[in-house]
Every structure is written in C-alpha cells, then in structure tokens.
C-alpha cells in the first residue's frame, strides 16, 4: 500500500503564493502519473494538474499560467506551485498517484484563499 502525505495548505490573501507537496512511500514512485485534484464545498472532485513519469504536464484550463506542478524522483515527492491565488481556488487539495491498476489518493490539504 503506497501512503500519499500532503502538506503546505493554508490561509492565504488573493494574489498570494502557496507549495503544496507530496511525499510519496512507494520505490518506484518515479514509474507514477501523479496529480493534484481539488474539491470545493459542495462541488465535485475536478482535476488541477498531473504530471507523467517522463515530465509531461498537463493543467486545468482555470489554472494554466497560474500553477506549475513538478517532481523529484529522488526524494518521491510532487508539488504545486500556486501563484496568483484566487477565492475560487479554495478547496481540499489531494495528491493522487496512479501505475498501471493501482490509484492512490492522500488524505487532503486545505487551501483558503480569502482576504
């Protein structure tokens, strides 16, 4: 069973920056597809970003310029770097990885983005 763990959530005003990361347990997290997905209250679970094995990245047409997702292979970690927030990027942000029939989901971070 591979363990996802989020961090770097938080409280942050409109314009603002926010990491998140993603530490991975599994050995061959550098074989994953990960991605960031977000859910807003009483919304659905949508897609923010995900990055291939080989780097390929692809992004949410709501946060293109805005936010780059990126890897480290060696420490098994994926992160979100979220400029330019806006109050609708606020939600639970979760990290998925995803290998041939395997998907795994951490557990969640929060992200408010009010002023």
């Known amino acids: 069973q591979v363990q996802l763990v989020e961090s770097g959530g938080g409280l942050v005003q409109p314009g603002g920056s926010l990491r998140l990361s993603c530490a991975a347990s599994?050995?061959?997290?550098?074989?994953?597809?990960m991605g960031w997905y977000r859910q807003a209250p009483g919304k659905p679970r949508e897609l923010v970003a995900t990055?291939?094995?080989?780097?390929?990245?692809n992004y949410a047409d709501s946060v293109k310029g805005r936010f780059t997702i990126s890897r480290d292979n060696a420490k098994n970690e994926v992160y979100l770097q979220m400029n330019s927030l806006k109050p609708e990027d606020t939600a639970v942000y979760y990290c998925?990885?995803?290998?041939?029939?395997?998907?795994?989901w951490g557990q969640g971070t929060q992200v408010t983005v009010s002023s």
């Open positions: 599994s050995r061959i997290f550098r074989f994953y597809t």
């Open positions: 998925n990885g995803r290998y041939l029939r395997a998907d795994y």
């Open positions: 990055i291939t094995s080989g780097g390929s990245t």
